[in-house]
């Protein structure tokens, strides 16, 4: 790996501060989020007004990064904390907080990468406008970052405009603060949040170029690939589709600025009519020519079967869209919820999205485990063993297949709440002591994983092996 590689961790700030509503902070879609199960999942959901503390422990925590030896630390600054109802005056405390945040990673050594919205939109906002689905809502986020960039200009080189952008169609009320209408189709809501949470990305990108020109700015997307699940022509097709929609659709329209063939055709045959005018196409258009590199997070790899029950074309490519059922590879395993372990498809992932691009990438990626404290330690051999299969597959695509990455973003480094609430589905390389009600003393311990990833980084990614004495 190149000398300058950003190994680090990332972490979203909504799921791991608490600090409910201290110092002016208000309400966001995830505080209030009425949460799904995860199929075949106990439900034991934790509000979010202590979470794992990590709003009065940051300094700690990022001692933590540090003495791991992070190159890079990828958070969110919440919405909610720097505009409590999204259309109102900036709150300073919010801002004051997260600059000395930033001035603190400074001090470590490690760059700051700051994700602009991350599922925190203000509760305000879905309430009293629907979200990115009121145009008003983009011009409300446009001011926001400018606030924020404007007070952190020369102290954060990497932004990031919109966590996993492309999952606001089938989340919205969390990624996107939407409630669909009733009067308005899956697909429609679909084609109108693309075209909205992509002005949204461009007026950000615009703005933070403005701002700061010396800053690096990149899109984001939760990324998952489609594979089929068998050879038959009909079931190529069908992940093609699915892959084109939920994969590609968001940076394609990143970089090169125009919506491609695809979707246009998609918006046309269904005769759904997409506000988008010349001046919000020629913001989208700037944007793209300004975009420095992509970043993508990647957790699992999924398959997809043609749906050859419905002979509507229509029909079959919008039950391929919002497909539930949730098919398995019958090549890998899984972790306890349902998502299956495939580190080669990190490595495809990026070769596929370097070479469809040609720009630098940035890559979050991680497991979820449910583990327990045992006198003081958590063996998470597990993790390692995760951590070692995609770090391998991602020194080969950079090595053998050329690849221009950036930085690996272990996430996370610290337990946090999951996005479904729980405590129980644990990501870090530091244990976060409380359960699931119990909220105990929030006492840090590292987990012989900890360990492991700070030799892996001292070695610039060399030494994988897994034989720290813990």
């Keep these: 790996m190149k000398k300058d590689f950003l190994w680090g961790g990332a972490l979203s700030n909504f799921q791991a501060?608490?600090?409910?509503?201290?110092?002016?902070?208000?309400?966001?879609?995830?505080?209030?989020?009425?949460?799904?199960?995860?199929?075949?999942?106990?439900?034991?959901?934790?509000?979010?007004?202590?979470?794992?503390?990590?709003?009065?422990?940051?300094?700690?925590?990022?001692?933590?990064?540090?003495?791991?030896?992070?190159?890079?630390?990828?958070f969110s600054i919440v919405w909610s904390r720097i505009h409590p109802l999204g259309d109102d005056e900036t709150n300073e405390a919010g801002l004051n907080y997260y600059e000395d945040m930033i001035d603190y990673l400074l001090s470590k050594n490690i760059e700051p990468?700051?994700?602009?919205?991350?599922?925190?939109?203000?509760?305000?906002?879905?309430?009293?406008?629907?979200?990115?689905?009121?145009?008003?809502?983009?011009?409300?986020?446009?001011?926001?970052?400018?606030?924020?960039?404007?007070?952190?200009?020369?102290?954060v080189k990497y932004w990031i405009t919109y966590n996993?952008?492309?999952?606001?169609?089938?989340?919205?009320?969390?990624?996107?603060?939407?409630?669909?209408?009733?009067?308005?189709?899956?697909?429609?809501?679909?084609?109108?949040?693309?075209?909205?949470?992509?002005?949204?990305?461009?007026?950000?990108?615009?703005?933070?170029?403005?701002?700061d020109p010396a800053a690096k700015v990149g899109g984001m997307i939760g990324h998952a690939p489609f594979y089929p699940l068998t050879c038959k022509s009909e079931d190529i097709i069908a992940a093609d589709f699915k892959n084109k929609m939920h994969n590609y659709l968001p940076f394609d329209i990143m970089t090169s600025g125009e919506l491609p063939v695809y979707f246009k055709h998609f918006v046309n045959s269904r005769n759904i009519k997409i506000n988008y005018n010349e001046e919000e196409q020629t913001i989208v258009k700037k944007a793209s020519k300004q975009l420095d590199y992509l970043a993508f997070s990647y957790y699992r790899s999924n398959v997809q079967s043609d749906m050859n029950d419905i002979e509507n074309l229509i029909a079959k490519?919008?039950?391929?869209?919002?497909?539930?059922?949730?098919?398995?590879?019958?090549y890998y395993k899984a972790n306890e919820w349902g998502w299956q372990i495939d580190s080669e498809g990190l490595r495809y992932s990026l070769i596929d999205l370097y070479h469809r691009y040609n720009k630098p990438l940035f890559v979050e990626n991680g497991i979820g485990i449910d583990e327990k404290l045992i006198d003081g330690k958590v063996y998470d051999d597990e993790r390692i063993s995760y951590y070692q299969q995609h770090i391998?597959?991602?020194?080969?695509?950079?090595?053998?297949?050329?690849?221009?990455?950036?930085g690996y973003l272990a996430w996370s480094p610290i337990d946090f709440l999951s996005s479904h609430k729980e405590i129980r589905k644990r990501y870090g390389f530091v244990y976060v002591n409380r359960e699931f009600e119990d909220l105990l003393d929030l006492k840090r311990y590292p987990k012989k994983s900890f360990y492991w990833y700070q030799k892996v980084i001292a070695s610039n990614g060399e030494d994988l092996e897994n034989d720290i004495k813990y």
């Design 113 to 155: 990468v700051v994700s602009l919205v991350h599922f925190d939109m203000p509760d305000h906002l879905l309430r009293e406008y629907n979200g990115f689905l009121n145009k008003q809502v983009i011009d409300f986020y446009a001011e926001h970052v400018q606030s924020i960039v404007t007070r952190m200009k020369g102290k």
């Design 317 to 330: 490519e919008d039950a391929i869209l919002f497909d539930s059922r949730q098919i398995k590879n019958p």
């Design 164 to 211: 996993e952008i492309n999952l606001a169609p089938y989340q919205s009320d969390l990624v996107a603060g939407t409630y669909c209408p009733k009067e308005m189709s899956k697909s429609e809501l679909f084609a109108h949040l693309t075209i909205n949470t992509q002005i949204a990305h461009g007026k950000a990108v615009n703005v933070i170029k403005e701002v």
């Design 17 to 74: 501060e608490g600090g409910y509503l201290e110092d002016g902070k208000g309400l966001n879609v995830y505080d209030t989020l009425v949460v799904t199960p995860e199929k075949g999942i106990e439900p034991m959901f934790c509000d979010t007004k202590v979470a794992t503390d990590h709003y009065h422990h940051y300094k700690e925590d990022i001692d933590l990064m540090a003495e791991m030896g992070f190159k890079a630390y990828r």
């Design 392 to 406: 391998a597959s991602l020194k080969t695509a950079v090595e053998d297949n050329g690849v221009d990455l950036m």
